[in-house]
């Protein structure tokens, strides 16, 4: 899996002309709605990469991939390895490159939400210091319905853009979005109104850090 960051945040497809019929086999028997929605997007944005009209960022590829139990690798750009998870001794691991998760720590830490991770990358400074570029999170996406938010930090999409903040629900219907880092300003959103563009992901719950 590579998570370089990315100034676009985009995927790098090796094998573009391809993906589209990936993203099919991929996607298999299920619904084009519910898959979108289990991946943390909109059933127009599933069906504008199934036609080829766009590329998914990098955190929906991932979303994708860890929606339909298949590698990165494949997804992106062909390589072999359609599940997964590998053969062998590497059964025991789940593997996110660079980082292999232990699966009987996964298990241990996570036992309600295990099947239900997702590992994305910080792409900018808003969260500093909790959070810095570059680092690694793990993300519930089990917690996606607004109605169950109060407050929290979470992976959401904001019209076209991923993001990482904390989301505080306020009285009347209004979340207000939140960054730990003070150069960056607060801001609502309004819950009754269709054109807010939110979509939650999931919800942050580990971290890890280059040293």
């Known amino acids: 899996m590579n998570n370089t960051p990315s100034n676009e945040g985009q995927a790098i497809l090796t094998d573009s002309n ?6 099919k086999q ?4 299920n619904s084009i709605r519910g898959f979108a929605r289990s991946c ?6 599933l069906r504008q990469y199934l036609n080829g009209q766009s590329e998914p960022t990098r955190p929906a590829l991932l979303a994708i991939a860890r929606t339909a139990n298949v590698s990165v690798e494949w997804l992106a750009g062909g390589q072999p390895g359609h599940n997964s998870l590998g053969d062998g001794e590497s059964k025991e691991y789940i593997h996110k490159d660079p980082l ?3 699966t009987d720590w996964l298990k241990s830490e996570f036992p309600k939400s295990y099947d239900h991770l997702l590992l994305t990358q910080v792409q900018d400074e808003s969260m500093e210091p909790t959070l810095v570029l570059g680092d690694l999170v793990l993300v ?6 607004l109605a169950a938010i109060d407050h929290g930090l979470f992976l959401f999409k904001l019209n076209e853009r991923i993001l990482i903040k904390r989301l505080q629900y306020i009285p009347e219907n ?3 979005v939140l960054s730990d880092n003070p150069a960056y300003e607060a801001f609502s959103l309004d819950l009754s109104s269709k054109a807010n563009g939110l979509s939650i992901m999931g919800r942050v719950v580990w971290f ?4």
């Open 18 to 23: 391809d993906f589209p019929q990936r993203l």
């Open 26 to 29: 991929a996607l298999g028997e």
């Open 40 to 45: 943390g997007f909109s059933d127009t944005v």
């Open 100 to 102: 292999a998760f232990q």
């Open 140 to 145: 519930d996406t089990r917690v996606r319905e």
């Open 174 to 176: 209004n979340f207000r």
């Open 208 to 211: 890890g850090r280059k040293l």
